[in-house]
Structures are given as structure tokens and as C-alpha cells.
């Protein structure tokens, strides 16, 4: 019998993966609301790959944070409202645009960072560092495994 024969959902790795960023994800949203920051999580990730990488393309911003094209825009024209992100046309290819913090969008990234830095610590608090590297060397290795 190999170890994944039979097993209960509950003990599945990809369940408990799952459950896990849920639970962050919820997490995040109760701690984001109780700070006052008026963005969510998906919203977050995309104002911090920007400001990661200033001029990013959208396309970019997509694949880096394994989200949908379409659901990009979607985020983007909503940060855009918020006055936190701006669209600059490229001038090399007009039909695409780079991506650009405002002050406001860096003040909030600021504010924010913190504040999710202690959430993923809080997640990690009882993990040693060899722990925590192994984790990452299994998580990566079942990606590749899953690549195609």
C-alpha cells in the first residue's frame, strides 16, 4: 500500500494546504478591517508586486501572482479608483501599460507591510528555520511535479 491509498481527506496534503491558506486568507480579511485598510487581500498582492517592481506590466502582475488576466484588470481599475495605482502607456508598445504606485498607493503598501509580516509570523511562530525551509523544498518540488 503506498501513502496515498486510502487516506482520509482530512490528512490530504493538498486539503491541508488548502485549509491552511484559508484560514490566512480570513485571517488577513478580519485583521485588514480591523486596521482600517480599505483594500483586500487580492488587491494587496497586486499593490505590492508594483511596488516590487515599478513599471511592471499587467501581464506580468497576472503570471506572478497566478491570477487571471481578466480578473487583474478587474482589481486594477478598482486600485485606479482608489487613486492607489496609476496605468502609464508604454512607450515602446503602446498597447500595453505599465503599472505605477501613487504616494497614496506606497504610504498604504507601507502601512500594510507590517501588519502582514505579523500575520505570516503569527502562522510560523512555533516552526523552527529548518522547518520552515523544508516546507518550502517539498511545496516547490510538488509544484514541478505538477507542471506542464
Not at 71 to 86: G, P, S
Not at 88 to 98: F, G, K, S
Amino acid at each position: 500500500m503506498s501513502i496515498i491509498d486510502d487516506i482520509q481527506l482530512s490528512e490530504v496534503l493538498y486539503f491541508l494546504t488548502e485549509r491552511m491558506m484559508r484560514q490566512a486568507k480570513d485571517l488577513t480579511k478580519v485583521v485588514f478591517k480591523e486596521h482600517g485598510f480599505e483594500v483586500t487581500l487580492d488587491q494587496w498582492l497586486i499593490l505590492k508586486r508594483i511596488s516590487e517592481k515599478p513599471s511592471i506590466a499587467q501581464i506580468d502582475i497576472a503570471n506572478s501572482t497566478f491570477k487571471d488576466p481578466a480578473a487583474v484588470t478587474r482589481i486594477l481599475d478598482i486600485l485606479e479608483r482608489k487613486q492607489l495605482v496609476e496605468r502609464q502607456a508604454n512607450v515602446l508598445d503602446r498597447r500595453t501599460y505599465e503599472l505605477h504606485l501613487t504616494d497614496k498607493g506606497f504610504k498604504l503598501v507601507a502601512q500594510i507591510t507590517p501588519v502582514v509580516q505579523d500575520i505570516r509570523a503569527q502562522g510560523m511562530k512555533d516552526l523552527s528555520p529548518a522547518e520552515i525551509e523544508t516546507t518550502k523544498t517539498v511545496m516547490r518540488k510538488m509544484y514541478q511535479n505538477l507542471s506542464y
